[in-house]
């Protein structure tokens, strides 16, 4: 079994900053993308961030150059640091990791929970 834990949101003025953890625990082999979801009231699930297990990067355009996307492969864990955040931005935000586990063929879409981000104007 995996778990992904995710760090707690919060609620943070326009113009702040928030990161998030998100830690993938369990029968782990590898673990080859991670990424960050998010999806506002009323919106679908959108893409935020991704980062490929050799650092790769790609961000959804309306949070390049505001939001870092980042891992740690050793603790399993990814990371997104919100800056100048705007009120859009309010969402719930889910980290998502392509895993594969000891012992089991094939590959894992696993999810953690979702936080919870409110950003007031």
């Known amino acids: 079994q995996v778990q992904l834990v995710v760090s707690a949101g919060g609620l943070v003025q326009s113009g702040w900053s928030l990161r998030l953890s998100c830690t993938a625990s369990?029968?782990?082999?590898?673990?080859?993308?991670m990424g960050w979801y998010r999806q506002a009231p009323g919106k679908q699930l959108e893409l935020v961030a991704r980062i490929t297990s050799g650092g790769i990067t790609n961000y959804a355009d309306s949070v390049k150059g505001r939001f870092t996307i980042s891992r740690d492969n050793p603790k399993n864990s990814v990371y997104l640091q919100m800056s100048s955040l705007k009120p859009e931005d309010t969402a719930v935000y889910y980290c998502?990791?392509?895993?594969?586990?000891?012992?089991?063929?094939?590959?894992?879409?696993?999810w953690g929970q979702g936080t919870l981000v409110t950003v007031s104007s």
């Open positions: 369990g029968s782990i082999r590898s673990i080859n993308d």
């Open positions: 998502n990791a392509d895993v594969r586990r000891r012992n089991v063929v094939g590959r894992l879409d696993a």
